[in-house]
């Protein structure tokens, strides 16, 4: 083979190129040889590496939530990654999850075993699965197949299209090895285009929504994930203006409406007073939100007015509490609404009783001991620089960001969509690619194991990312559950490395800090180019729950 010889794997490159693509994450694999050289071959089209694949995959999911924050009204940053069959793919489902839940739009390529070994017979190929699809058609949007050359610009551009249409999420491709280096006189794809199509709200609709936020005394609007990648913030801020509505936003949701605005209720919604607002609402609007356990307080939140609920996952409508359905796009539908209903004055009303919420968040958190977690969220937020980007794995100070965090010029982006460990730095790093950084992530040292080697992705690729690892010697949050519900934990306490040394060992600049120093390290290495490493021995508390005490 030589370099004007072109392969089954340069079709691919080429047709990913022609999408829109301009990044690739990948991880090499016997299978996926003919790949790999073409993307050799194609020095425009930047790869990022990885350690292991399902990080490989939550730095693909991260790269897209960052562009698609940065530009919500541009084209949708369908990220693609590439890894080898089998093991290497069966890797990348518990990211995959993640980006299902979160409609994050990752393009997974994978090879297959040769053509030849297809169809569930037990050839003996290496990394053979009797149905390799099957593994992934529970978790993803969409699973596509290839068989040939000719084959592999229709797929691609499906996948695409699928994993660009609202709602987002990731789509799978499997192209066997020998199809991949298979030469092939095919033209050079250069015209691949995807055309996702609108979502657009049924106009009888938009009437009958419109009709009843017109009429509504108290109405009430929660805003969530839907919402935010729609890039409804303009449309959300005019029609709550309008009603003159309280807005509340889902932990996914957080950022699509102003954290300070007089109508922001802010996301506390773990905590009853929030639950009980939403409730008391006669009309409530929610906004790309399926209402599941968290958004509904563990399912204690009880409706007691009508309910609009506008998703473009059909499945999600009215899949928890009956409502008004409008199977749509946020900001399509919210453009719509504006048309109908009425503006009114502000007399106070709505304001003072976003007041009177806060106030009552505020008390209930005054009367517990949380002077060290408060402090510590206020602080970080401050450390943190405008437009900077944070992730967040599944840790005691992400739980407490989930409510507490100010997105305002700081985006947060979290696995609270599927809750797996690990998140916290391989989504960083993706970040970290698409914006250039600098870029915040935020780990326990339960959760930093998962992703610890993808320091030296961090170190090869110059990856402006700095990580707080706040150590608390085990898994905290489930140490807290454990030890409240049957008075002691099991299997939480963990054995840690020294992580300033490890850190360093990769060649990355590396603190011990402190409690009181935390907020000024993390601004020190926030404002140092390339990767840096906090390390902040703390035991956190988290607030107590409310759906335990109704």
């Known amino acids: 083979m030589t370099d004007l010889e072109r392969i089954g794997g340069d079709v691919v490159v080429e047709t990913l190129r022609s999408l829109g693509a301009d990044t690739v994450f990948g991880l090499p694999g016997q299978h996926a040889l003919g790949l790999f050289e073409a993307l050799r071959r ?5 790869v990022i590496s990885s350690r292991v694949e399902n990080n490989l995959a939550f730095s693909a999911d991260g790269f897209a939530r960052a562009r698609l924050g940065a530009n919500p009204d541009g084209p949708v940053p369908v990220t693609p990654m590439i890894v080898s069959t089998g093991p290497g793919a069966l890797l990348t489902l518990a990211s995959l999850q993640e980006a299902k839940a979160a409609s994050v739009p990752v393009l997974g390529i994978s090879s297959q075993i040769p053509v030849a070994g297809l169809g569930g017979g037990r050839h003996g ?3 053979e699965l009797p149905d390799q699809q099957a593994s992934f058609a529970g978790v993803v949007k969409s699973v596509h197949s290839v068989r040939s050359v000719s084959q592999i610009p229709t797929a691609l551009r499906e996948a695409w299209e699928s994993a660009a249409t609202v709602p987002y999420g990731p789509v799978w491709v499997e192209i066997p090895q020998d199809v991949l280096l298979a030469p092939t006189t095919l033209p050079e794809i250069t015209s691949a285009q995807a055309h996702p199509a609108p979502l657009v709200p049924l ?4 009437t009958e929504a419109a009709n009843l936020l017109g009429a509504a005394r108290n109405p009430v609007i929660l805003a969530g994930g839907g919402a935010l990648r729609s890039g409804a913030h303009a449309e959300l801020l005019a029609l709550a203006e309008a009603l003159r509505a309280p807005v509340l936003s889902t932990f996914g949701g957080k950022g699509v409406f102003s954290w300070d605005h007089p109508l922001s209720g802010q996301s506390w919604l773990e905590d009853w007073h929030s ?9 409530l609007l929610v906004l790309g939100s399926g209402l599941g356990e968290l958004s509904s307080n563990y399912r204690e939140f009880a409706p007691r007015g009508r309910v ?9 409508l009215e899949s928890n509490y009956p409502a008004l359905g409008i199977h749509a796009d946020v900001k399509l539908t919210l453009a719509e609404l504006l048309e109908w209903v009425p503006m009114r004055q502000s007399d106070g009303r709505a304001e003072a009783a976003v007041t009177d919420l806060l106030a009552k968040v505020a008390a209930r958190l005054d009367v517990q001991d949380l002077a060290l977690e408060r402090k510590l969220a206020a602080e970080l937020r401050t450390a943190v620089p405008e437009g900077t980007p944070t992730y967040w794995d599944m840790t005691i100070l992400g739980y407490w960001a989930w409510s507490a965090w100010n997105a305002d010029g700081a985006p947060i982006h979290t696995a609270q969509g599927a809750g797996g460990l690990g998140y916290g730095l391989p989504g960083a790093l993706g970040g970290a690619a698409a914006t250039g950084g600098p870029v915040l992530a935020v780990s326990g040292d339960g959760g930093a194991m998962y992703g610890i080697a993808e ?5 090869q690729h110059q990856l402006d990312v700095t990580w707080l690892i706040v150590d608390d010697g085990g898994y905290g949050i489930l140490r807290e559950y454990l030890t409240d519900a049957f008075g002691q934990s099991t299997a939480t306490e963990l054995t840690r490395p020294d992580f300033v040394a490890l850190a360093k060992s990769f060649g990355v600049p590396a603190k011990l800090s402190t409690v009181d120093s935390v907020g000024a390290d993390v601004a020190e290495a926030l404002g140092t180019p390339g990767p840096g490493v906090v390390v902040l021995p703390a035991l956190l508390r988290m607030f107590a729950p409310t759906h335990l005490e109704k």
């Open 455 to 459: 320091l030296a992705t961090a170190v």
């Open 203 to 206: 106009p009888e609709l938009i």
């Open 42 to 46: 194609a020095p425009d089209l930047r």
């Open 125 to 127: 190929y290496l990394h």
């Open 308 to 316: 609009i609920q506008v998703e473009a996952d059909a499945g999600k």
């Open 275 to 283: 639950t009980e607002f939403l409730a008391d609402a006669d009309v």
